[in-house]
């Protein structure tokens, strides 16, 4: 009866929210801010009077549904020949800034939690590293802000998860059983699982592309199913991937990214997929996220925890980007720019339904880590969402006005 009234609470939320998305966005209160909020309500932080116990196993299959639409949908924008002339941007972000906040964090957290075993702490570090830029969605697509820029913060985003993932499966296979292979093995792991999911996903969405083209100019396919054919190759490459040992979220990344610069028809079908049926399920993320995680992780908060959630969303984040773009021809404002918007979202809490799940569901050993991961999320989600908007507008007139 709980769990019928819960989705039954779902639907009316989504549908009240639907009447005053446009309203509430003009006040710069994002979907995400709403649902996390709804979320909190009817925990027991609000309303509710028991903490909902939801198996981790059936989240986190929707939460890995969520992020591979995410990142098909959104490659799927993407300028290919404008990302092959300016490659370098994203390639400093990740290579470069990605690094050094992982260390940042991981020097940090020693400080911060000197009882917790370095492991533990290099799992916050990467918990918290991808950025997710549907916190920041005005941003990205807020056609005053330079196309480069969005591009960039796009491309960072859709690969950094998936460049990340697998360091975290390989920890926690150190952390659970197996470590010493897990140690000895890792690079050779994530150099295959980024290489192969690259190569999988380019061909799955590059040969898929040209089927549905052809099968769309012989009216072999109804239309009907023009926005559902593309999402099911995004799922067809994530497994695809996973099946030759690769990482199935870069494969699908690549292969939204190489489906949207083979077939702009395709790529209107994949927006309007991502606008709707995308959209609702990112925003129950977030609402199971306020209505499970922060609930058990709150009691835990303290001064320390949110001083360290503070300086990850700033300092750890921000500094390397602005480091990582030495020696190139990039203004300090717009290097600031791009460290700010490096919000926390999905792929942070995929990575703690994965964990929780790969170390058997007892984290109360380490409610630290845990509570301090809900806290930076949480915070990226009130902070990024009320700042995007008039961040892009004061940006845009900065790039207008130089």
Known sequence: MHEHLTILGISLIILIYGFFSALLSQKNISGPMVFTAVGLLLSPLGFGKELISINAQSIQIMAEITLI??????????????????????????????????IFATIAGKLFFPTESIYYILLLALILAPTDAALGKVVVSDKRVPSVVRNTINVESGLNDGIVFPILLTLLAMISSDAQQAQSGWMIYIAKQIFIGGVAGAFVGWAGALLMQKSIQKKWMQHQYTNLA?????????????????????????????????????????????????????????????????P????????????????????????????????????????????????????????????IHQLGGDISAHMEIFATASLTILLSIILHGLSAQPLAIMYSKYIKDR
């Open 230 to 294: 593309p999402i099911a190759l995004a799922f067809f490459s994530y497994y695809f991937a996973e099946y030759f040992s690769g990482n199935g979220y870069i494969s699908a990344f690549f292969s939204g990214l190489l489906l949207g610069n083979t077939s702009n028809q395709l790529k209107a079908h994949v927006e309007e997929f991502a606008e709707s049926e995308g959209e609702f399920l990112i925003m129950v993320s977030f609402l199971i996220f306020g209505l499970v995680f922060i």
């Open 296 to 355: 058990i992780t709150f009691s835990y908060w303290n001064f320390k925890i949110l001083l360290y959630a503070i300086l990850s969303l700033t300092i750890f984040r921000m500094l390397p980007v602005v480091l990582g773009f030495t020696n190139m021809n990039v203004d300090i404002i717009t290097r600031l720019f791009y460290g700010w918007f490096g919000p926390r979202g999905i792929a942070s809490i995929l990575y703690i339904l994965v964990t």
């Open 69 to 102: 639409i995410v990142l098909f949908s959104d490659a799927s924008t993407l300028n290919l020949t404008q990302l092959k002339n300016n490659w370098r941007l994203p390639a400093r972000l990740l290579f470069v800034a990605l690094p050094i906040t992982i």
